[in-house]
């Protein structure tokens, strides 16, 4: 079975630092490009930050341009997400997901991990 499991999440004060790491089950997500997602209470899911298979290519969320950086491990099989500075308002669940193509767009993403949950502390 096909799975995505991440790990890292936890309770930070304001200007902390976590680094959350997505860890697949088999190695052909090394071809596929990586996501990470967000969803806040009451919220919406919204787009963190993508990096394409060969990781020469990375996107991020205006809300966390300079503070959050996405890498990957293929040898591994891991994405991870370091998060710096952290604020209040990163507090959500993060989920990483697996898809085709380096995009924003959730409905690209064809697999999804169970989630982590991050709470930033003011």
């Known amino acids: 079975q096909v799975q995505l499991v991440e790990s890292g999440g936890g309770l930070v004060q304001a200007g902390g630092s976590l680094r959350l790491t997505c860890a697949a089950s088999?190695?052909?997500?090394?071809?596929?490009?990586r996501g990470w997602f967000r969803q806040a209470p009451g919220k919406e899911r919204e787009f963190v930050a993508v990096i394409n298979w060969s990781g020469g290519s990375t996107y991020y969320a205006d809300s966390v341009k300079g503070r959050f950086t996405i890498s990957r491990d293929n040898a591994k099989n891991t994405v991870s997400l370091q998060m710096n500075s952290l604020k209040p308002e990163d507090t959500a669940i993060y989920y990483c997901?697996?898809?085709?193509?380096?995009?924003?767009?959730?409905?690209?993403?064809?697999?999804w991990g169970q989630g982590t949950q991050v709470t930033v502390s003011s």
């Open positions: 088999e190695r052909l997500f090394s071809m596929y490009a």
């Open positions: 997901a697996a898809g085709r193509v380096a995009v924003t767009t959730m409905r690209e993403y064809n697999y």
